[in-house]
């Protein structure tokens, strides 16, 4: 693992001292670096800006404003995210959450469900090319690399074989079958970067935090977006609750039980609201409602390790408020695999990372929350029953271990092969370039696209990176560090093994998983830096990457 330090961060009047220090030669020189970087940047703009508008003005002859508008902004953003890496980094983290909701309100262009990768895409070639002058790994750790190796090659296996027959020898169709028009090698490519696209999230996470100081800032920043969106959640519902927005009310049939863009409620996509039949499906900030569940549930591991391990006692608070937001929108938002599973994940997370047994920081938390959470519950006791009653009525019809059974059953039968049936097959973004399958969980996906050999390639990958996490984590000293690796770890122990729904396939955990697992890698480095800063003399000189 590569060990390198960022400079430390110094108050405006040890900078100034060190600057009358200087030599008249010295400060000519610094002089002369700040106006190459500002020379150097309105070139950049000028260049994207330019480039950027000639081609929306050639995207909007082919397809119109709704292609053009993204075209813009795509290249100004990718122009910048390249040169820039860090901070397209942190846009990219910002982005993940609210991206739904920019999506349709700049009018629901297919580009903009790709948007996010043009902050993540150029910071990843920059990072890539950094590493590769300092001689620095970019797979974190290095124990992953051979299990990711093999997940790659059993992919690119079936993206060779599979999606090659399929695109070169396509099957015959029957006499009266229409030809269905498909790019097999293209889906192929868009399932292998949704399978495994973000897997260098671990990489740049790392390098991405140089010191404590970019840590808290990352954590308090994860906080910030948790609390900012689960606030529009909840302005959400009671905008359908008090009738601004019609929902799905007085529609008939199926309609009434169906999401639909069209009852769409200014934040997020698409919807359901029919409590005349006790339905209800909000999908918060995000594109669906399935996403904000997954939302919700993630948001317990960071608001929960941030309550308990932030050395800030307004930060704490703040952790233990986007908590209680998530159990609340966890309740409103009628998805039962959220509200099924926050407080089941705080649970866990109090036992495996110690903190029951904290009481100094457990019992204010704990009857902080309890309290605002039995104000919520005595204040709307039918909004509780319905979603209680929602919870049972479902898990009584159709148990998950059941469902999870039955698609492991059915999709081990219909497979093509030990290399499977084609990476993207069971995609749902990679339905514009063919037919895809709808596979409900996660792991009977994986065994659908890339064959048993595949999944069990993949099950290697995610076991070594969870056993590499807890040794990382156990590796800690600092008590607020462990802890925060501690919950960490569970959330990726959790999403490893998670085969209900995919929500490694789809934002945001698609995304939190990876990255996060890269923050818990660096945990055991900024506790070395701890130790060093109180022990000056004893520093060690390490080796630093300069452009993240």
Known sequence: MPKFKSKNKKSKKQAEKETSTLSL?????????????????????????????????LLFFVGGIKVAVPGVLGIFVISLSYKYPRQALYAFIIYVPIGGTVTYYLGNSPILQLAKDAFYVPALIGLWQTCRKQGLPLIIPQGIKTPLYIVLGCSLLTLLFVNGG?????????????????????????????????????????????????????????????????????????????????????????????????????????????????????????????????????????SFATGFTDPSPIWRLAGLGSLAAVFINAVISGQRIALALVPICFGILLLLTGQIGNLKRFIPIGIGLALILGIAMVTNPDVVQQRTESFTGRWEASPPQDFIVQQFEENWKNVDGPLGSGLGRATNSARVMGKTKLVETYYPKVLYEVG???????????????????????????????????????????????????????????????FFAGVLFKLPELEKQDIEDANPDKKNKRKRLKTI
């Open 166 to 302: 399929q695109q070169f020898n396509p099957p015959p169709v029957g006499l009266l079958e229409k030809v269905e028009q498909e790019i097999p090698l293209g889906m192929g490519i868009l399932g292998l970067k949704v399978f495994l696209g973000y897997v260098p999230l671990i990489g740049c996470a790392y390098y991405l935090i140089r010191d404590k100081r970019d840590f808290l800032f990352l954590s308090r920043l994860q906080i910030a977006l948790i609390l900012f969106c689960c606030g529009l959640g909840f302005i959400q519902y009671m905008l359908l609750v008090t009738g601004v927005c019609q929902g799905t009310r007085g529609l008939e049939g199926d309609a009434l039980f169906r999401a639909t863009l069209e009852a769409r409620c200014y934040f997020g996509g698409a919807l359901v609201y029919s409590p005349e039949e006790g339905v209800i499906r909000l999908p918060g900030t995000f594109v669906a409602p399935w996403q904000w569940a997954w939302f919700l549930i993630a948001g317990t591991f960071f």
């Open 25 to 57: 030669k010295e400060q000519l020189a610094q002089k002369r670096k700040a106006a190459q970087a500002r020379k150097e940047l309105v070139s950049l703009l000028t260049t994207a800006i330019f480039g950027s508008i000639l081609v929306g003005i």
């Open 452 to 514: 048993i050999l595949g999944v069990l390639a993949f099950l290697g990958l995610v076991t070594s990176l969870t056993i590499i996490s807890f040794k990382t984590y156990r590796s800690i000293k600092n008590r607020n560090f462990r802890s925060y690796g501690a919950a960490l770890w569970v959330f990726i122990l959790f999403i490893s093994y998670n085969t209900y729904y995919y929500p490694l396939d789809v934002d945001p955990v698609a995304v939190y998983y990876w």
